[in-house]
């Protein structure tokens, strides 16, 4: 699981968004001439492709247990058998639709938690900020993957839907206290209080008037958050907490683990799902970075030395 | 002190929000694990675990939730966790205390050493912006930042256990022997940690480089660095003790708040290399349902960090006179 290194400093002044054209203009462009952001967005768009044309790109029935068992990569099976005699290379493929899947939608469940919590400590100030920031550290210091393991096993329910609920309530801390700090140093600027002058309700204020100029950072916050979704649905796939008839590659670790692929001299099986897992994630990581980037001119690296 | 005050209310809190979860879990989810342990238990064990069993479980139905709880935090406090049905019949206490030493021994030191070459190294690439270090480490720790920890664990072992043979398959120490304080036990100990606190410590180091590095950047920037270089100061100084040293206060916080991620990842590191210590209890729980283990276990885990959180606050308190002065 990657660390999330959380540090007070205080949030960068984001400009305020003239029109909304604009601002996806600028987006575009400082994503195209970003090098991060474009290696993670061709790595993201290449996994989802897998995901859409994976009856065309397997070569087999992923669960069919046709073939003869741990059979070792060669021109037939590109990645060999598992223990079970699928073919390791069409697990793959179709393994990409769940974990995407997962990743997509946890992500998205997490952000919305975030903006929802974040927003309204930093909106409503006075002793909402104290109890919703406290309420932040706390799921954030709490060991997340212990609790996502009782809950999970509580439930007893393997279903998607429960782990991904299980993640998003576990991955939403972080992202709440980004836009914590973001959201109260935009508080008090002018265009704000124009509003309140006009007289407009505070949801108007916060749905039109604050968060579209926080787009950089809620969009930096989903791939934090995807990230962080990829890697703990793999985790509790691993340790047999997701359904083990799915197929995923969290599913296909915990099957080689079972099977103990690495000492019977199958490593491919471990290798290739961990390989995908790490490289969704890194897709994840870098356009998160980049975004941070954008949303920070500072952190840029520096085009020459000074 | 108004700081530590503040940061001992976050203590007190999370740590009654972590006993009170645990207490409301098992009332709120579906399911009814309490019966289930007792018609397990059934005449095996004392009176008195029973008891704890319906108190941890909620059983009582016809006492009052307040009165449940209270007794529920009586038994916590005096230790009385319950008992294992994995290991039956040892109290979960005991099981938690052969574990403890194992992860603490080896989260500790893997963190300790990410955090102090983690800081050095954002330290340097933030210095030379644009430089070797700057141009190599932080895009590369973000993809690393990305690998699974288990799965980095996995592929350590293949390579430099099974392959190479340099390190073993496992464990913390070998079987044959029994715990004791020689040199050759401490060895052992050494040669079996290895792997996992390698596996640890790369996994971890990035989120340290990325936020000192970033900090630093923001230090370098302040008006005490450029009169430092008008001084003439030599670079090294300025380095180390004027932007340095100021950059790393934030990353200190930072890294008590992340321990709850890294402890995460060392669960499933203890896993893989089947590491004697509370996340590889954890997952022998979890197979046999005890959920009484379980629950103790989590506890247990989040008093170790929020230790080490308070720890780092502390000693923020203590380096900082800034947090010192507002009263």
């Not at chain 1, 005699?85 to 393994?95: M, T």
């Not at chain 2, 009586?74 to 938690?96: A, C, K, L, M, Q």
Request: proline fraction near 5%; charge should be neutral; charged fraction near 10%.
């Amino acid at each position: 699981m990657a660390v999330r290194v959380v540090t007070d400093q205080p949030a960068v002044e984001t400009p305020v968004v003239a029109d909304r054209r604009g601002l996806l203009a600028t987006v575009a462009r400082a994503l195209a001439s970003n090098r991060k952001a474009v290696a993670g967005l061709a790595l993201f768009g290449f996994f989802v492709l897998i995901a859409l044309l994976a009856p065309v790109i397997a070569p087999y029935d992923p669960s069919a247990l046709q073939f003869d068992q741990m059979l070792p990569p060669s021109g037939r099976h590109l990645l060999g058998t598992t223990g079970t005699g699928q073919d390791i290379f069409s697990q793959l493929v179709f393994g990409t639709r769940e974990s995407l899947l997962i990743a997509v939608l946890a992500g998205l469940g997490a952000t919305a938690v975030s903006v929802l919590i974040g927003v309204s400590a930093a909106y409503m100030g006075g002793l909402w900020d104290h109890i919703l920031n406290l309420f932040t550290d706390v799921f954030l210091v709490l060991p997340t993957l212990p609790l996502m393991i009782i809950v999970g096993t509580y439930l007893n329910n393997r279903g998607l839907l429960v782990l991904i609920g299980v993640i998003v309530i576990t991955g939403w801390s972080y992202g709440a206290r980004q836009l914590r700090s973001q959201a109260l140093s935009l508080r008090n600027r002018e265009f704000l209080e124009a509003a309140r002058v006009r007289g407009e309700r505070s949801l108007y204020i916060i749905v039109f008037e604050v968060l579209p100029n926080m787009t950089s950072l809620i969009v930096a916050i989903f791939f934090g958050a995807a990230l962080y979704a990829v890697l703990a649905a793999a985790g509790l796939q691993f340790i047999g907490l997701g359904d083990p008839n799915s197929l995923s590659w969290g599913t296909m670790l915990y099957w080689a683990q079972a099977n103990g692929a690495l000492l019977a001299g199958s490593p491919v099986w471990v290798l290739a799902p961990g390989l995908c897992i790490a490289s969704l994630g890194a897709a994840f990581a870098l356009i998160n970075y980049a975004f941070d980037e954008i949303a920070n001119p500072a952190l840029r690296p520096a085009k020459k030395r000074r | 002190m108004s700081y530590l005050v503040r940061r001992l209310e976050f203590f007190v809190i999370t740590l009654w929000a972590a006993l009170t979860l645990n207490f409301i879990l098992p009332r709120v989810m579906p399911g009814d694990p309490g019966q289930a342990m007792l018609v397990r238990y059934h005449g095996r064990v004392s009176p008195e675990t029973i008891k704890a069993i319906e108190v941890a479980f909620g059983l009582h139905s016809n006492e009052p939730v307040l009165q449940q709880y209270l007794e529920y935090l009586r038994n916590t406090f005096t230790g009385n966790f319950g008992t294992s049905v994995t290991f039956f019949p040892v109290p979960v206490g005991d099981i938690i205390k052969q574990g403890l030493p194992w992860t603490l021994g080896l989260v500790g030191t893997a963190t300790i050493i990410a955090f102090l070459l983690g800081t050095l190294l954002g330290m340097l690439s933030a210095w030379r912006r644009g430089g070797f270090f700057d141009a190599i480490l932080p895009p590369a720790f973000i993809v690393i930042s990305a690998f699974p920890y288990f799965w980095l664990g996995l592929f350590a072992l293949l390579v430099f256990a099974i392959t190479l043979g340099w390190f073993p398959l496992g464990f913390a120490y070998d079987l044959t022997t029994s715990i004791n304080l020689s040199w050759d036990f401490i060895g052992q100990v050494i040669w079996h940690g290895a792997l996992p606190a390698l596996t640890i410590v790369i996994t971890s180091i990035g989120g340290w480089i990325l936020t000192m590095r970033n900090t630093m950047i923001t230090t370098l920037a302040e008006d005490y660095v450029k009169m430092a270089r008008a001084k003439g100061l030599s670079p090294v100084r300025i380095m180390l003790m004027y932007a340095g040293r100021n950059a790393i206060l934030p990353n200190l916080t930072g890294f008590a708040m992340s321990l709850g991620f890294v402890i995460s990842g060392a669960i499933l590191v203890e896993i893989v290399f089947n590491y004697p210590g509370l996340g590889f209890t954890l997952l022998q729980a979890v197979h046999s349902e005890d959920y009484a283990l379980m629950q103790t276990l989590f506890l247990m885990l989040t008093v170790a960090v929020l230790v080490a959180v308070l720890a780092a606050d502390v000693l923020t308190a203590i380096l900082d006179p800034r947090t010192r002065e507002q009263g």
